[in-house]
């Protein structure tokens, strides 16, 4: 199975901060991998598939980069209604992984 | 609008058996995967399985293989996840979710179906 390690696990930042998420893979998935954000109590939300293509509907500060094995999520602005956890997936082999999550609180 | 609408909250004695749905909207259910994702309370995302309606192909995380079954009805949009004997240990939410046309992402989400198995 592939492993997918997301760092850190949590963070805290102020709006208007940049935040960057990693996700490393433990082994090369090329660009199979996608990102979600999930707020409590809600179902996750697609942000991010194919490592770096931004779902419709989802705001241009989010973003992704990565292929091989490492990949990352950058939110260029933090907003107050980006809190929640995130989540990213390989899509390259079964069985699907995701990563073990990193929550997102705003100071 | 495409949706999935999930049946609802669930209660169940350990050894019961349970079938819950997801039921889709809005597009041609037929021709997309619908995936399963457990998520244990204050825990990650686990994919179980997918199911393609079209053909009732079904795939499983060797998780669990054997431990529940995936089926959909196409007459009815629906897909199914069910367990034959509840443990306490399926105590999670499930959702399910459509697939993405060319890789295997998932949007958009059902509600979740919360399954609770207590004595």
């Known amino acids: 199975d592939i492993q997918l390690t997301q760092s850190p696990s949590f963070l805290s930042a102020s709006v208007g901060d940049r935040v960057t998420i990693t996700c490393r893979a433990s082994q090369g998935i090329s660009n199979y991998l996608a990102w979600y954000q999930q707020k409590p109590g809600k179902a996750p939300k697609l942000l991010i598939y194919?490592?770096?293509i931004l779902q419709s509907g989802v705001p241009s500060r989010f973003s992704g980069s990565g292929s091989g094995t490492e990949f990352t999520l950058t939110i260029s602005s933090l907003q107050p209604e980006d809190f929640g956890t995130y989540y990213c997936?390989?899509?390259?082999?079964?069985?699907?992984?995701f990563g073990g999550g990193t929550k997102v609180e705003i100071k | 609008e495409v949706q999935l609408v999930q049946s609802g909250a669930e209660v169940k004695k350990p050894g019961e058996s349970l079938k819950i749905s997801c039921k889709g909207s809005g597009y041609s259910f037929t021709n997309y995967w619908i995936g399963w994702v457990r998520q244990m309370p204050g825990k990650g995302l686990e994919w179980m399985g997918t199911i393609y309606p079209g053909d009732s192909d079904t795939r499983y995380s060797p998780s669990f293989q054997g431990q529940v079954t995936i089926s959909a009805d196409k007459s009815i949009n629906t897909a199914y996840l069910q367990w034959s004997s509840l443990k306490a240990s399926d105590t999670a939410m499930y959702y399910c979710a459509r697939r993405g046309e060319t890789q295997e992402w998932f949007d958009p989400w059902g509600q979740g179906t919360l399954v609770t198995v207590s004595s």
């Open positions: 194919a490592a770096s």
């Open positions: 997936q390989q899509l390259s082999s079964h069985p699907l992984t």
